[in-house]
């Protein structure tokens, strides 16, 4: 049962393509790689004491397994202030950027209007 139970836990953990993004030089490599490719790019603006932030990331590393021509990152606004710069005054807040620009914003755990509005971007 070992067995069972570790390659269950590889998987889901395997599954998920968000990228934590723990320091400024974390978040400008991630940025200029994005700047340099028509990625979309989801920023997930979270903190590790919000109830809602928790309780939508398992729908987040869902979405990013799903749509994975779309580039996932997380940052918590308590440890990176890059947050300041995207003007969040609430989380969890999903920025949505292409080619550097912001093109979607969702500020609150709405699960099916983030994921809505990530597949228009992915059309577009």
Do not use: Y
């Amino acid at each position: 049962m070992g067995g069972l139970f570790s390659s269950q836990s590889t998987a889901e953990e395997g599954e998920s393509a968000v990228i934590a993004v723990h320091s400024a030089g974390e978040w400008a490599k991630n940025w200029q790689s994005h700047t340099q490719s028509n990625k979309l790019m989801i920023i997930d603006f979270a903190a590790s004491w919000c109830g809602p932030c928790r309780s939508i990331e398992p729908a987040i590393k869902a979405m990013s397994a799903r749509f994975t021509n779309a580039v996932f990152l997380k940052v918590d606004v308590d440890e990176l202030p890059v947050s300041k710069q995207w003007k969040v005054q609430a989380v969890p807040t999903f920025v949505l950027v292409k080619r550097g620009q912001e093109v979607g914003r969702i500020v609150g755990a709405k699960k099916d209007e983030l994921q809505r509005t990530i597949q228009l971007h992915l059309n577009m």
